[in-house]
């Protein structure tokens, strides 16, 4: 005997139609697999007239997302209109009145999701986001359950498509940054204001959400480090494939010394790694756990139809569970984790500083470094052009990011550097 589950959608843009589609598309499918019946009761927009390529029976669409938080035979509200307000104020409401929560909206979760999660835990209610992360890849099932047995070492992701897009293109053809944002916008990649995107905001927004899933810790937006890619140039991604890397947006969670990296920034990553591999708009995450080892979930992390499948999933998963499994973050104690500043973070660097070619610069770059306790593992110096600028690569050995922020300090004050230093933070093996 199927079990039904009446839904409404607030929200009739590119996420909420392919919702739409797939439950009246699938519905049978999705019946027959799981017993679940999902009827879509509502969809709520302020334009109902326009054409999404979906046939919607009579009498669903409305205007009024009241319609739905008022109805009582609605079990689950559909929140996908994006940004906080009004889409706060609708699931606080819609919580109230009983019903379920299924968003995509990492931003708001990201920053006022304790106060969302305290609302269905009062009311006994779920809240499902597994679209909120990275579309159609299932990545907060796996976190909460797949690698439930696991202690989460580390996780990589490249869970931002615009950026990746961005850099793929800059990678293929040599372009420059501003060029390919543009093609990107035009191609309906990046945003009329693309700043979440370029800036690492949006990363961050997911990379919170899978932190404090994996590690118990309370929702720390504003304690990850951000870094956009609009400072990368095709000639550091040019140097850095000389060096047999790539340069990728990256989230970056680890657990060092009980202390959490959370930080969102440009990479260098070899580009031999599995995770480096993945270009244009598609997504990544790289999860490591103490006891399954590596794993990578891989495909598209935006769009209609994957981001409708994982909305989709998560009202099967509510549907199938009941009430009252929502709350991951509520109450996080962080099990004793404190977040690391990023000055006090260690990794690898490359370097692309702007010198006068004369004897003995190399040498006294050299010797800052030294004073910095930073080594130097490889060093590129192509162009000669006698007491003129040109760029020297230094590649460096592991060291501390305090370091690094002294040492370009005092670089940059030397009468033969002609620009500022440029440096990007290297993952994975040591230079070899």
Known sequence: MSKAVNVGIIGFGTVGSGTARIILQNGALIERRTGIKIKLKWIADLDIERDRGVQIPQGVLTTDAYDIINDPAVDVVVELIGGIQPAKKFMLEALKKGKHIVTA??????THGTEIFAGAEAQHKSVGFEAAVAGGIPIIKVMREGLAANNILSIYGIINGTSNYILTRMTK????FDMVLKDAQRLGYAEADPTF???GIDTAHKLTLLASLSYGIPL??????????????????AYASELGYKIKLLAIAKVVNSEIELRVHPTMLPEDYLISKVDDVLNAVYVVGDAVGETMYYGRGAGDMPTGSAVVSDIIDIADRGEGRCCPFLNADGSGYKIKDISDIETMYYFRFTVMDRPGVLSKISGVLGEHNISISAVIQKERRADEAVPLVVLTHRAKERDIINAVKEIDTLPAVAAKTRFIRVEGKEYN
């Open 173 to 176: 053809e040599g372009a420059p």
């Open 105 to 110: 909206n990492k931003a708001l979760l990201a």
């Open 197 to 199: 995107d370029i800036e």
């Open 220 to 237: 720390s937006f504003d304690k990850v480090y951000k870094e956009g890619i609009t400072a990368i140039t095709p000639e550091d991604i």
